[in-house]
């Protein structure tokens, strides 16, 4: 199978928290949960697009992410499970679902993240995404992604079979989708149908309202352990049967429903095969355990935790300064002096983001092992920083660089190098990412212009930088900077090691 199937919608950051009650509160008679276990997972569209992943075609999701820890860890778990982001600057905070439960059960969900915002703009290359996907998943979570003019406009063009996830909150799906998967309470809800009558009879009017106003092809309501029902073409309804019934956490099951159609209908399946596949996974997957089973865990990465040090506010950044009639990107925000410790971690990295942004400023980011810390180094940050109005530094982990240079290296830990770095006066903010390449920090930070010394080429006819590909999902660029002929830390390495000096610090 070739193509790519692009997942369109709002993205939240589900943490499901497992514990123990044993006790009530003493002032208050409420349960007293005693936290075990706290997993995290991408939820909404994010989910969805998890669910599409790695079954043979590539996975695409575009949505919004905040500047914050919690856009960071969503773009690392995306990333991490073969999903291609693309995403649009959202405004304020990245929401959240927190559950805590015990034995299986929810006793509270907390919500936060305030209000939705209307996401930013789409870049050029998620307006051709759409145009050439193989299949479009509209996850609707009622965040105004869904909504956004663009991509709306996008939608109504392409010629790509459309599945639309609705959500009460939501818009109507643009005409012509092939198929509109609701629930039996939204479909009631947004098909404007009275209650009366039985449960089929209700969904099957509910559905055919919901065809009619919307133009769409065909209309699913799912009807949770009873399987779903399709209206589409004729006048009598298809009932798809659930294969078995069974007890168990229910969410994210409709976000396995929609997926698995869409998936289908890539592969060029009737809309009623792709109905009857996403009953039989959609059953499945909560007969199996439901997203605690069915979603992998990826374990808490420097790019998030900053590094093992405290979390700080950022520094307080004034406006941005031109050189008059200079290009857009080149000029200062003047930074407050702080100590380096405030210039770690996502946090400190999405605030410095966020403030140039909403100045009017050009964001800048480069990345590397920086082992050694030299003066070819400086240079290239030097340089970096002189392209825009911030410098975010992205460092591998211990771990990364031991996986892309051997056991013998890093020679100065993460936290030491990060520390270093963070002192310069040209480097704004740090981050460290434990995976083998940047992407999933710049899949969140959107730098507008990503960096990196004059080694990795000169330019002309060669080829582009690896990480061009992802710069151009939002619009940004990548360049080389001249890099100082003889700095290099392997050759620093060998060197020491001929004289019989010891390199770099304690591990």
């Known amino acids: 199978m070739t193509g790519t199937v692009v997942v369109v919608g709002d993205t939240l950051l589900d943490r499901d928290v497992e514990g123990v009650v044993n006790r009530l509160c003493p002032d208050s008679p409420v349960p007293v949960l005693d936290e075990n276990t706290s997993v995290d997972r991408p939820g909404g569209a994010g989910l969805a697009a998890l669910f599409a992943a790695n079954r043979g075609f590539e996975v695409a999701l575009v949505t919004g992410l905040a500047d914050d820890e ?10 991490a499970a073969g999903v291609q982001v693309y995403g649009l600057p959202l405004p304020g905070a990245t929401p959240e679902k927190i559950r805590l439960r015990t034995r299986g059960r929810v006793l509270l969900r907390h919500d936060r993240g305030g209000p939705a915002g209307p996401p930013g703009e789409p870049a050029d290359a998620v307006l051709e995404l759409l145009a050439g996907a193989a299949a479009i998943l509209v996850s609707d979570y009622g965040r105004g992604v869904a909504r956004h003019p663009t991509l709306r406009s996008a939608l109504a063009t392409t010629t790509a079979p459309i599945v639309w996830d609705p959500h009460p909150r939501g818009p109507a799906a643009v005409p012509g989708v092939r198929l509109a998967t609701p629930n039996e309470g939204e479909a009631r809800e947004l ?54 019934c069974a007890d168990g956490d229910t969410c994210g099951a409709g976000d396995r429903f929609a997926a698995t159609a869409t998936l289908a209908l890539a592969e060029g399946a009737l809309v009623s095969e792709a109905v009857q596949r996403a009953v039989v996974e959609a059953s499945g997957y909560v007969a199996g355990g439901g997203a605690a089973t069915a979603v992998p865990v990826l374990a808490a990465s420097p790019s998030v935790a900053g590094s093992g040090l405290p979390p700080a506010a950022a520094p307080p950044i004034g406006r941005v300064v031109r050189d008059g009639g200079a290009a857009a990107g080149r000029g200062t925000v003047p930074i407050a002096a702080v100590d380096w410790s405030d ?24 990345g590397g092992c920086f082992d050694l810390l030299h003066a070819g180094h400086v240079a290239t ?31 100065v830990r993460h936290a030491d190098r990060a520390r270093l770095l963070a002192a310069l006066g040209c480097v704004d903010a740090v981050v460290v990412f434990d995976e083998s390449t940047p992407h999933a920090v710049l899949s969140w930070l959107r ?46 390495i060998a060197a020491a090691r001929v004289a019989g000096r010891p390199v770099g610090g304690a591990r």
């Open 191 to 244: 098909g404007g149908v009275a209650p009366g009558g039985s449960r089929l009879t209700v969904a099957s009017r509910s559905a055919q309202a919901l065809r009619e106003r919307w133009r769409a092809a065909a209309v699913a309501v799912t009807l949770g352990g009873d399987g779903a029902l399709l209206r589409h073409a004729g006048s009598t309804p298809l009932m798809v049967p659930a294969p078995a």
């Open 70 to 79: 919690g856009g960071a860890r969503l773009s690392q778990l995306l990333t």
């Open 381 to 411: 940050l030097e340089a970096a920083r002189q392209l825009g109005d911030c410098l975010v530094v992205c460092v591998n982990s211990d771990d990364s660089v031991a996986g892309l240079k051997g056991p013998q290296r890093p020679l």
């Open 343 to 366: 210039r770690i971690g996502a946090r400190a990295a999405g605030d410095v983001v966020a403030r140039v942004r909403a100045a009017g400023g050009t964001v800048v980011a480069t």
């Open 447 to 492: 730098p507008d212009v990503w960096v990196k010394g004059g080694d990795y080429g000169t330019g002309g006819d060669g080829p582009d930088l690896p990480e061009a590909d992802i710069l151009r999902r939002w619009g940004g660029y990548t360049v080389v900077v001249p890099y100082l002929d003889g700095r290099s830390t392997t050759r620093m």
